[in-house]
């Protein structure tokens, strides 16, 4: 059994060579996945719901109370990206049970959503509290506390991606140990089919992908709303006083 990184072919583009990894066309797939779901939900809405249209209500609404819930309403902008990279995550999981690999088990994914929410937290922050504002938080409550206070800001994005990351591949990792031991030990038991590599591999892949992997993309979801959330806490307690 090889553990490797997602395989990646060539493409040639007006001579300029382009990899395009696995993890990318499992993407656009997921997003097809999604779009075609969304759509689906979506189309022709009425003022008294249909089922489809009673669940894509419940989803956009239980997204809506989540972030103001823990943003405030506020950040009620947020509810978008917030479901968007829940539900990528999740669909990008839960898509190795058609045999893909998932896009969650690549760092560079999980890593460019912790960047995006990166990004997010700063421009809150300078835009709440003004640049003034924002690198004096740098050298509270002292300032020594400077290069500490960075280094925290440097690791929320590590953390984020290597977190969901580091679960979802790990996850995958045992399964498949899992599943090869089992057919190893189906062969050294001289069994004429491996017996002992069906069903159990199976209940654990639920857990591992469908249990974890919600898990995982709800962690990243409620991280990311704390870490925006706390970067505008002086803004929502001014307008909370007014």
């Known amino acids: 059994m090889n553990v490797h990184g997602p395989h990646y072919f060539t493409v040639d583009i007006f001579g300029a060579e ?25 189309h022709n809405m009425k003022k008294v719901p249909s089922k489809k249209q009673l669940i894509a209500e419940m989803i956009v ?6 972030v103001r819930g823990n943003m405030g309403n506020t950040y009620m902008r947020f509810a978008p990206y917030m479901a968007t990279i829940f539900f990528y995550s999740l669909f990008g999981t839960l898509i190795c049970l058609f045999g893909f690999r998932p896009v969650t088990s690549d760092f560079n994914t999980t890593l460019t959503w912790a960047l995006l ?11 709440n509290h003004g640049i003034g504002g924002y690198l004096k938080e740098y050298a509270e409550p002292v300032a020594f506390m400077v290069p500490l206070n960075i280094i925290d800001e440097l690791v929320k994005p590590v953390s984020l991606s290597f977190r969901h990351f580091g679960n979802i591949a790990g996850d995958m990792i045992i399964t498949m140990l899992l599943y ?4 190893a030990l189906s062969s050294a038991i001289h069994l004429p089919v491996p017996l002992t590599g069906i069903g159990l591999p ?31 806490e002086r803004e929502e307690k001014s307008k909370k006083k007014a």
């Open 18 to 42: 382009i990899k395009i990894t696995e993890s990318i066309v499992v993407g656009w797939i997921v997003i097809a996945i999604i779009t075609i779901l969304i759509l689906f939900v979506t």
């Open 180 to 183: 090869h031991s089992l057919i």
């Open 61 to 66: 609404t239980t997204a809506n109370n989540m």
């Open 117 to 127: 929410t990166f990004v997010m937290i700063h421009y809150c922050k300078i835009r």
């Open 202 to 232: 199976a209940i654990l892949s639920v857990y591992f992908d469908l249990f974890s992997g919600t898990m995982q993309a709800f962690i990243f979801v409620m991280l990311s709303m704390v870490f925006i959330g706390s970067a505008g």
